[in-house]
């Protein structure tokens, strides 16, 4: 945990130092490193994951109540979004992506380990394949296509948006259709190795981002404030998120405990590369990001120190 806080936070840090060194020269790098992630990492990593992934029967319900939860979020910031706070599209586009995508890869994976124990690693890995990057490259960029500012503007550019910037999508279509025999023996360490690279592209991203915002006097603002989006944000992913997963485990048939603890994973990193690719929200993505993780690592460590696990 130590190790995944450290990292974070270098990253982060080193996205906040060069913003305010070099502005213009972070954002274009840290635009190009989102775009390479998009185009090159995901691809890879989705497909050398994902290939030859067994499904056993006993882990379909704790499945069904996974997306039922995201599924749930996503619709609550939809209409929170959009009818109660009033929100303009790429604004409610940012609330939803920001609460349907989950970090509970590079993050979830390592906490499963030190809070369950390294045996519950596998349902973490089954959980982050078969509903997170599914929420990814289906919900994630389909809101990106549908509430983005770069998508087009008739519903013809913005289904062709979605096709033509998803390459992740037809790597994981491609993982399920043709056979583990063509994966080679080196491609799952590459794509666990290309899965490590993400989280730190992704936070110093994250940095350069939350230096863009300013005050009315031109006054940079961190840490990002607390704004009704940003605060629904937080709600919903990790409140409302685990809470359905709990309360749908406890009502009909006993989800594992893996999947309860990834449902209360912070936004994911894939959140921004959405925002930044379909020209959603900037602000409330960062917000959401920044704070969410700030709190889900300091409840964790502070726990940790007090032995609690």
Same mark, same amino acid.
């Given at each position: 945990?130590?190790?995944?806080?450290?990292?974070?936070?270098?990253?982060?840090?080193?996205?906040?130092?060069?913003?305010?060194?070099?502005?213009?020269?972070?954002?274009?790098?840290?635009?190009?490193?989102?775009?390479?992630?998009?185009?090159?990492?995901?691809?890879?990593?989705?497909?050398?994951?994902?290939?030859?992934?067994?499904?056993?029967?006993?882990?379909?319900?704790?499945?069904?109540?996974?997306?039922?939860?995201?599924?749930?979020?996503?619709?609550?910031?939809?209409?929170?979004?959009?009818?109660?706070?009033? *929100?303009?599209? +790429?604004?409610?586009? #940012? /609330?939803?992506?920001?609460?349907? &995508? %989950?970090?509970?890869?590079? $993050? @979830?994976?390592?906490?499963?380990?030190?809070?369950?124990?390294?045996?519950?690693?596998?349902?973490?890995?089954?959980?982050?394949?078969?509903?997170?990057?599914?929420?990814?490259?289906?919900?994630?960029?389909?809101?990106?296509?549908?509430?983005?500012?770069?998508?087009?503007?008739?519903?013809?550019?913005?289904?062709?948006?979605?096709?033509?910037?998803?390459?992740?999508?037809?790597?994981?279509?491609?993982?399920?259709?043709?056979?583990?025999?063509?994966?080679?023996?080196?491609?799952?360490?590459?794509?666990?190795?290309?899965?490590?690279?993400?989280?730190?592209?992704?936070?110093?991203?994250?940095?350069?981002?939350?230096?863009?915002?300013?005050?009315?006097?031109?006054?940079?603002?961190?840490?990002?404030? *607390?704004?009704? +989006?940003?605060?629904? #944000? /937080?709600?919903?992913?990790?409140? &409302? %998120?685990?809470?359905?997963? $709990? @309360?749908?485990?406890?009502?009909?048939?006993?989800?594992?405990?893996?999947?309860?603890?990834?449902?209360?994973?912070?936004?994911?990193?894939?959140?921004?590369?959405?925002?930044?690719?379909?020209?959603?929200?900037?602000?409330?993505?960062?917000?959401?990001?920044?704070?969410?993780?700030?709190?889900?690592?300091?409840?964790?460590?502070?726990?940790?120190?007090?032995?609690?696990?």
């Amino acid at each position: 945990m130590i190790a995944i806080a450290a990292s974070t936070l270098v990253a982060l840090l080193a996205g906040v130092l060069i913003e305010r060194r070099w502005s213009s020269t972070a954002q274009t790098v840290s635009a190009k490193l989102l775009e390479g992630v998009v185009y090159i990492v995901m691809p890879l990593v989705v497909f050398f994951t994902v290939i030859g992934l067994k499904m056993t029967a006993s882990l379909g319900v704790g499945i069904a109540f996974g997306w039922v939860e995201r599924l749930t979020v996503l619709l609550m910031a939809w209409i929170i979004g959009s009818r109660l706070l009033r *929100l303009s599209r +790429p604004q409610t586009g #940012a /609330l939803m992506a920001s609460v349907a &995508i %989950a970090n509970t890869g590079y $993050l @979830g994976i390592p906490m499963t380990a030190l809070i369950l124990g390294q045996d519950q690693i596998g349902l973490a890995v089954i959980y982050e394949n078969l509903i997170n990057v599914p929420v990814v490259l289906l919900i994630g960029f389909g809101v990106g296509a549908a509430f983005g500012t770069k998508a087009g503007r008739t519903s013809k550019e913005r289904v062709r948006s979605f096709l033509m910037r998803n390459p992740p999508l037809y790597a994981l279509i491609a993982a399920l259709l043709v056979p583990h025999s063509v994966s080679p023996a080196w491609g799952h360490d590459l794509a666990h190795g290309l899965a490590l690279a993400i989280a730190p592209i992704g936070f110093f991203a994250l940095g350069v981002n939350l230096m863009l915002e300013h005050d009315e006097s031109g006054v940079r603002v961190f840490p990002p404030p *607390l704004t009704k +989006p940003i605060i629904t #944000a /937080l709600g919903l992913r990790l409140v &409302i %998120a685990p809470a359905v997963m $709990l @309360g749908l485990s406890g009502l009909l048939i006993t989800a594992p405990d893996t999947f309860k603890l990834e449902a209360a994973m912070p936004a994911g990193i894939n959140a921004l590369v959405v925002a930044h690719m379909y020209g959603l929200d900037m602000k409330i993505t960062v917000g959401a990001i920044a704070w969410s993780t700030a709190l889900v690592v300091t409840a964790v460590s502070a726990a940790g120190l007090l032995g609690l696990f």
